[in-house]
């Protein structure tokens, strides 16, 4: 068997959400190495994985008094340079020493992992494969698709092809100055050089398993000969069932994640606000019963719950809306069991996956970060009102049913160690 390295951040919730991965490297025979930040080591170690730490800096905080678009331009260009493009020294630093260490086979890791997955940009017979995994919305640029970042989906009409092409415009002359700084770090890092936008680094990988379905994505002109969708990854999810879950009533539940990169208050909150003391049962998970206590006016809601992970498989579809903050994959798990969503992203990469929900009619896209708890509560009853949405999700939900995110993952390993290097991809 392979010694397989995987690196993931916790930023954006990869390394939570890779643990299944890890898990089933490990019960395929294959030694697993994790290299992820301080706040994603204790969901490898709860299961038994040692963890090479690597710095990450935190997500922005407080972002500038600009109109909408302008802003999400500025948080973009400051979250890449600071925690895409800065960090790189530090994490290949920790990698290359984890890789020699460890006598490593392949690299498994985020494509947002640059000091890891531009690994893949060093000659073949240099270095072991590397295997690049979508934790969100792609990011290669298409003439099809609005530019990365926005949050606009396709559109078919003039309007729709004129706003995508100046934002593309804009987002261009950003994108060719991160790129300059992009390339400039991967040469200095990695002693190789590479051109160009750095939108399209996905291609340089051996392999690029993007976590999700085809009915969740945008269609393109073309994708990488390299790209694959393989299924979102699988929930974790607690054996026994919270103490006040009473599946015999099967409540209409309001399940909301607070996430990495959203303030309890935003979302949280409102949500709170907008259904405590209801005939609903609120699950919140990814907060702090005290720290969500210490924001409300009085006593929490008897109807209010806090878990640490949701219990997917006892939520009934039917009867079930989510309010997430766009977390790329715990939308998927949301899909998965056929359920609407309600978002309200703050990130790019949220932004990126609420104008899906949207498109593909399995939710609501809030166009904010911060709504209000009566938007909160229109927007929950209009999903509870009208089936359309559930079927949209319904029929996303069967295509992931047919895949085994896991599974494929780990074939891939498999088939691309016993070929490596003789039958490397050709050199990008």
């Given at each position: 068997?392979?010694?397989?390295?995987?690196?993931?951040?916790?930023?954006?919730?990869a390394a939570e959400h890779a643990v299944p991965l890890a898990e089933a490297l490990r019960s395929r025979g294959h030694r697993v190495a994790v290299v992820s930040s301080a706040a994603g080591v204790e969901a490898y170690r709860r299961h038994g994985f040692?963890?090479?730490?690597?710095?990450?800096?935190?997500?922005?905080?407080?972002?500038?008094?600009?109109?909408?678009?302008?802003?999400?331009?500025?948080?973009?260009?400051?979250?890449?340079?600071?925690?895409?493009?800065?960090?790189?020294?530090?994490?290949?630093?920790?990698?290359?020493?984890?890789?020699?260490?460890?006598?490593?086979?392949?690299?498994?890791?985020?494509?947002?992992?640059?000091?890891?997955?531009?690994?893949?940009?060093?000659?073949s017979g240099e270095r072991p494969p590397v295997i690049m995994l979508g934790f969100s919305a792609p990011w290669i640029p298409?003439?099809?698709?609005?530019?990365?970042?926005?949050?606009?989906?396709?559109?078919?009409?003039?309007?729709?092809?004129?706003?995508?092409?100046?934002?593309?415009?804009?987002?261009?002359?950003?994108?060719?100055?991160?790129?300059?700084?992009?390339?400039?770090?991967?040469?200095?890092?990695?002693q190789v050089r590479v051109h160009?936008?750095?939108?399209?680094?996905?291609?340089?990988?051996?392999?690029?398993?993007?976590?999700?379905?085809?009915?969740?994505?945008?269609?393109?002109?073309?994708?990488?000969?390299?790209?694959r969708f393989v299924g979102p990854l699988h929930p974790q999810e607690d054996p026994v069932l919270p103490e006040w879950w009473d599946p015999r009533t099967e409540p209409p539940v309001i399940a909301v994640r607070a996430g990495s990169g959203s303030e309890v208050g935003g979302l949280v909150d409102p949500t709170i606000r907008a259904f405590g003391d209801s005939d609903s049962t609120v699950i919140v998970v990814g907060a702090a019963r005290a720290a969500v206590a210490a924001a409300q006016d009085g006593p929490l809601p008897a109807n209010v719950h806090f878990e640490d992970r949701m219990p997917w498989s006892r939520l009934v579809p039917r009867r079930t809306v989510v309010v997430s903050d766009g977390d790329?994959?715990?939308?998927?798990?949301?899909?998965?069991?056929?359920?609407?969503?309600?978002?309200?992203?703050?990130?790019?990469?949220?932004?990126?996956?609420?104008?899906?929900?949207?498109?593909?009619?399995?939710?609501?896209?809030?166009?904010?970060?911060?709504?209000?708890?009566?938007?909160?509560?229109?927007?929950?009853?209009?999903?509870?009102?009208?089936?359309?949405?559930?079927?949209?999700?319904?029929?996303?939900?069967?295509?992931?049913?047919?895949?085994?995110a896991e599974s494929a993952i780990c074939d891939l390993v498999e088939h691309t160690v016993a070929r490596w290097p003789e039958e490397a991809p050709a050199e990008r």
């Open positions: 068997m392979s010694a397989v390295l995987l690196s993931t951040l916790a930023g954006l919730g040692a963890v090479h730490v690597v710095p990450e800096p935190p997500m922005p905080a407080q972002l500038p008094a600009l109109p909408p678009v302008a802003r999400r331009a500025w948080q973009l260009y400051t979250r890449v340079q600071r925690n895409i493009i800065d960090p790189v020294p530090e994490q290949w630093a920790v990698v290359e020493r984890v890789i020699a260490e460890e006598r490593i086979d392949a690299v498994v890791t985020d494509g947002l992992f640059v000091g890891a997955a531009m690994l893949a940009a060093r000659p298409d003439p099809l698709v609005p530019p990365y970042g926005m949050g606009f989906a396709p559109g078919d009409d003039g309007a729709d092809r004129l706003r995508a092409g100046t934002f593309e415009l804009l987002a261009s002359r950003a994108m060719a100055r991160l790129s300059r700084s992009f390339n400039a770090q991967i040469e200095s890092t990695f160009g936008d750095l939108r399209s680094t996905p291609a340089l990988g051996d392999a690029w398993a993007q976590l999700t379905v085809p009915r969740f994505e945008y269609p393109r002109r073309a994708l990488p000969t390299n790209f790329y994959l715990h939308t998927q798990h949301a899909l998965r069991r056929g359920i609407p969503l309600v978002v309200a992203g703050t990130l790019e990469t949220d932004v990126e996956t609420a104008a899906r929900v949207a498109w593909t009619g399995a939710g609501i896209d809030l166009r904010t970060g911060t709504p209000s708890a009566a938007v909160l509560r229109t927007a929950v009853d209009r999903v509870r009102g009208d089936e359309g949405f559930r079927v949209a999700a319904a029929r996303i939900a069967a295509q992931i049913a047919g895949t085994d």
